[in-house]
């Protein structure tokens, strides 16, 4: 796993919790981590992260357009 040090401005009030929640739930909403990679990163079990994710207004339910029609039409 890499390890990254970000210089964040002093009068930015975020703690580590909230950049670690940050990077993990947009990496989550892209596509880039699935969710137990999120959670993993975030240091939270997968049901404790899905829980958290729309304190962020992320759902969990991270699926692009063209699979759920895609979906539909095998319905």
């Known amino acids: 796993m890499k390890v990254l040090a970000l210089n ?4 930015l009030d975020l703690d580590n919790f909230q ?3 940050l990077v993990a739930t947009r990496l989550y ?3 880039k981590l699935s969710l137990g990679q999120a959670a993993e990163l975030a240091g ?5 992260f899905a829980e958290l ?4 207004n992320v759902s969990i339910f991270n699926y ?4 759920i029609s895609r979906d ?3 319905a």
């Open 19 to 21: 950049v670690v929640m």
């Open 53 to 56: 994710l729309g304190t962020y």
């Open 29 to 31: 909403e892209q596509g």
């Open 64 to 67: 692009p357009d063209t699979d």
């Open 72 to 74: 539909f039409a095998n």
């Open 44 to 48: 939270f079990t997968k049901r404790t």
């Open 8 to 11: 964040i401005p002093d009068d």
